[in-house]
């Protein structure tokens, strides 16, 4: 079978929704059946496996706490991650505090400092977003 792999909390989001659906049309099976049924729904022989292909199909995970550079809309900078959300393998939510405020506006009659942003990167580090020279809103050094 050809599926995308979900992430680890949502395959085990699905497993939870199984079992409770199951529950409901008056099958009872265990937790960790449920967690088997969602591998083999995946293409996997177990729960290990698909847990394996997961793990390893999740590059560039990104880590709380970990220190990162690259560009916001243009801006050079330096950040620490403060917060991580794993949205699809290779895909996550950040939060980024960055070191020193970044002016997002090109306009010389006024400014606009960010130095806290949160946007989706990809596995590039970049964003699906981009500026109007086609640039990503924000790139991540990887």
Same mark, same amino acid.
């Given at each position: 079978? =050809? ?19 199951? &529950?409901?049309?008056? &099958?009872? *099976?265990?937790?960790? +059946? ?21 793990? *390893?199909?999740? @590059? ?5 706490? +970990? ?6 809309? =243009? +801006?050079?900078? /330096?950040?620490? *991650? *403060?917060?991580?959300? =794993? ?23 006024? =400014?606009?400092?960010? +130095?806290?942003?949160?946007? /989706?990167?990809?596995?590039?580090? /970049? ?8 640039? @990503? &809103? ?5």
């Amino acid at each position: 079978m =050809s599926y995308d792999l979900p992430t680890l909390a949502k395959a085990k989001g699905k497993a939870r929704e199984l079992r409770a659906q199951l &529950h409901d049309e008056g &099958h009872e *099976i265990g937790h960790s +059946q449920s967690l088997e049924l969602i591998a083999i729904h995946y293409g996997y022989r177990d729960w290990n496996t698909l847990y394996a292909a997961i793990k *390893i199909d999740a @590059p560039n995970a990104w880590v709380l706490g +970990q220190r990162v550079r690259g560009h916001y809309l =243009s +801006q050079p900078f /330096t950040a620490k *991650i *403060i917060a991580v959300t =794993s949205l699809q393998p290779g895909w996550y939510r950040l939060t980024l505090d960055l070191d020193e405020a970044v002016d997002v506006v090109t306009f010389d009659s006024f =400014s606009n400092f960010r +130095q806290r942003i949160t946007k /989706t990167v990809g596995p590039a580090g /970049t964003t699906r977003e981009k500026t109007s020279n086609g640039r @990503p &809103h924000l790139e991540l050094e990887l």
